[in-house]
């Protein structure tokens, strides 16, 4: 019988999972989470002069746009890759933000540091995933507020997550990302530390000049999509490609031929006991 009661092997996986972040280039992709990061940031709020920690940055999305507050701002992640290319695009658009590579379940970072602590689309992909919320909590100051943006079960992110699952099935005993997507398991991994969840359901649009162009797009550029090609036959990937276009077109709203996709996903706002 197998026993799926082992803890995993949390460092395995996690290597892992860097070396499928490092594939592509997340940041021809992150286009698509700028609304997302704005929407955050607004109801985040940080004020000018606050510290904001944005993690799982990727190339600084969230980051830049909290900097543009004149907040003084991190970002942490664990590819250097894209922690390089978050200090370009800081530098070319004449904003001071401290990059950092780091992973979101052991930050290098002081207790109560942060005024504010986001990720979009990020932390909720560490596979220990107590560690990685506690460490949310202990960075954040008390008071202080957490603020995710990320996928969930229903809608777009959530069928394209399933969807890549069933071509690499995720490590055993690992939590999906979607469990951040959930309520009980926002109180399961922020309620202890927490004195309010609030989470709403929000949509965001991704645009692409076609169907084609969007699988192209993250076929070579999104990590995971990456990966999932490389682990099959010419006849596989004919097959995942398939399926990953009609994920597109259940949500393409567009008529024209170009895709206008409909993204639903959660807005978390969590204040720090
Ligand atoms: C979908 S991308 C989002 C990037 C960025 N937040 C954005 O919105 O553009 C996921 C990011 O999470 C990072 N990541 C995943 N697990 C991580 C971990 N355990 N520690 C640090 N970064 C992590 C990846 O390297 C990647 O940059």
Not at 176 to 190: K, Q
Request: glycine share 8%; with cysteine; charged share 25%.
């Amino acid at each position: 019988m197998k026993d799926d009661t082992r803890v995993p092997d949390y460092a395995s996986v996690t290597k892992g999972q860097r070396e499928t972040w490092s594939s592509g280039d997340f940041n021809e992709i992150a286009r698509q989470n700028v609304e997302m990061a704005e929407r955050l940031c607004n109801a985040v709020d940080p004020h000018p002069g606050q510290r904001v920690l944005d993690v799982a940055c990727g190339s600084g999305t969230a980051a830049l746009i909290a900097e543009r507050r004149y907040c003084d701002v991190t970002g942490v992640d664990y590819v250097p890759e894209l922690i390089e290319r978050a200090e370009t695009r800081a530098r070319v658009n004449g904003q001071e933000i401290d990059f950092q590579v780091g992973d979101a379940q052991d930050m290098p970072f002081p207790d109560e540091d942060f005024d504010a602590v986001v990720s979009v689309y990020g932390v909720q992909f560490a596979p220990d995933q107590q560690r990685a919320a506690r460490e949310l909590i202990r960075v954040c100051k008390p008071g202080g507020t957490i603020g995710l943006a990320g996928p969930i079960p229903a809608g777009w992110s959530g069928d394209w997550f399933e969807t890549h699952a069933r071509y690499v099935p995720p490590p055993p005993g690992v939590p999906s990302p979607l469990r951040w997507g959930t309520s009980g398991g926002l109180d399961e991994l922020l309620g202890a530390g927490t004195r309010s969840i609030t989470s709403e359901r929000r949509t965001t649009r991704q645009y692409y000049r076609s169907i084609d162009h969007a699988v192209d797009v993250f076929s070579t550029y999104f990590g995971p999509t990456i990966r999932a090609l490389e682990t099959l036959d010419a006849a596989g990937r004919a097959r995942l490609r398939t399926d990953l276009e009609e994920v597109f077109d259940r949500y393409n709203l567009a008529t024209d031929g170009t895709a206008i996709v409909e993204n639903q996903y959660a807005q978390t706002i969590a204040t720090r006991a």
